[in-house]
């Protein structure tokens, strides 16, 4: 007998999203489905408030994204932020000094907007993803010349800090290692990777899963009664939260893994597939 999903999660990059960064018509008829007969649909992202299609997202009944791997819930419609766990000031400030002395693609997200170095700018054509995110980057980042700077005099809390890197000939990618160093010495951070070989870090113990337990408690849903669906590390403790975790077809070999079930890629509308097997 199939489990009552009151509520479904999605990430958006690799699993909702196809390459182009669109949802496909098959996603799109499902999630319309399942929301006009009640159910609710969430996005669980790694993206800030800022980089999501709202008004595309409202029109197939979605209210609800957990954004920046949970460290802001938000309600869709009217931006309203309804849980935050951010970090202070005085915990990122001192990496992003440290990250800033090398030649990597920086971004921060604050109160659901993106902020990142002048210098970034020109290596964006660099960065090893397809196209519609390199857009996604160039349309919706606000840029500042010294980013610490910026945090540390405003005292702004951050939600999420995303590092890409640049490939090299040798299909490494620069700097990384040393990064991974770096934040593995600072116990106040959780990290991982969310996709493209990037780096990506909130405070410690926050994640999409912890967004999935303040949304559920908010609408008064069962854990058991609740789907997640992604394909990258960051999806991990979501999919592990869940009551049931979907792996798309196109997810990582540890995603794939840990996951009750494995639905067609994100090319194949896998979500529309997951949603019609278990709803």
């Not at 299909?171 to 116990?187: I, K, Q, T």
């Not at 009551?243 to 995603?255: D, F, L, Q, R």
């Amino acid at each position: 007998m199939k489990k009552e999903i009151r509520l479904v999660a999605l990430d958006m990059d690799g699993t909702l999203f196809n390459q182009e960064s669109r949802i496909s018509e098959a996603d799109q008829a499902a999630i319309l489905r399942i929301t006009g007969n009640g159910a609710e649909v969430a996005i669980s992202t790694g993206r800030p408030y800022a980089g999501l299609p709202v008004p595309d997202l409202l029109a197939i009944g979605i209210r609800y994204a957990i954004t920046t791997n949970g460290a802001a819930v938000y309600r869709l419609a009217d931006r309203q932020c309804l849980a935050s766990d951010c970090m202070e000031p005085g915990i990122v400030t001192p990496v992003i000094d440290e990250l800033q002395k090398k030649s990597i693609h920086i971004d921060a997200f604050i109160d659901g907007d993106c902020y990142c170095p002048v210098a970034c700018r020109p290596g964006i054509d660099r960065l090893d993803m397809p196209e519609s995110i390199r857009r996604y980057i160039r349309e919706t980042r606000t840029f500042v010349p010294d980013l610490a700077a910026f945090i540390r005099e405003r005292r702004l809390p951050v939600q999420k800090m995303t590092l890409n890197f640049y490939p090299l000939p040798d299909g490494s990618f620069g700097h990384r290692s040393e990064v991974m160093a770096l934040l593995s010495a600072c116990p106040a951070v959780t990290w991982l990777s969310g996709g493209y070989h990037n780096l990506e870090f909130t405070r410690s113990g926050v994640t999409k899963g912890t967004g999935l337990r303040f949304l559920c408690e908010y609408l008064k849903i069962d854990m058991e009664q609740t789907m997640a669906c992604g394909d990258t590390q960051n999806d991990m403790d979501i999919l592990k939260t869940a009551g049931i975790g979907v792996a798309m077809g196109n997810a990582t070999p540890e995603i794939r893994e840990i996951a009750d079930y494995v639905t067609l890629s994100n090319e194949e509308s896998g979500v529309a597939h997951a949603i019609s097997r278990f709803l």
